[in-house]
């Protein structure tokens, strides 16, 4: 098993910024892809962005493109996205979540975070 824990969540202005970071401990060496998904009130979960555990092939969703950048430290085991430019709309529970592929569908990750709350200011 993995276990994963996320931090880093908070409340800021639009247009600002945050860091989300997850740790994972467990079985990491089993690991292929981690990816962050968002849940906000009354909506369905969403993808957000994911990365090959070995740091290639990173993915992001359209509406985060160009603001989120996720990055990986395999020694420490951690993963993180850094939030650029945040909009109102990115309001959400950020969680994370390792794969077993490296594509944004949700039921291909295996073990998730508790998740972090984000809250945008408008």
């Known amino acids: 098993q993995v276990q994963l824990v996320e931090s880093g969540g908070g409340v800021v202005q639009a247009g600002g910024s945050l860091r989300l970071s997850c740790a994972a401990s467990g079985r990491t060496w089993d690991i292929y892809a981690m990816g962050w998904f968002r849940q906000a009130p009354g909506r369905e979960r969403e993808f957000v962005t994911l990365?090959?555990?070995?740091?290639?092939?990173?993915l992001y969703a359209d509406s985060v493109k160009g603001r989120f950048v996720i990055s990986i430290d395999r020694a420490k085991s951690m993963v993180y996205v850094q939030m650029n430019t945040l909009k109102p709309e990115d309001t959400a529970v950020y969680y994370c979540?390792?794969?077993?592929?490296?594509?944004?569908?949700?039921?291909?990750?295996?073990?998730w975070g508790q998740g972090t709350q984000v809250t945008v200011s408008s």
């Open positions: 990365i090959g555990w070995d740091g290639e092939d990173a």
């Open positions: 979540a390792t794969g077993r592929a490296r594509v944004p569908d949700a039921d291909l990750f295996d073990y």
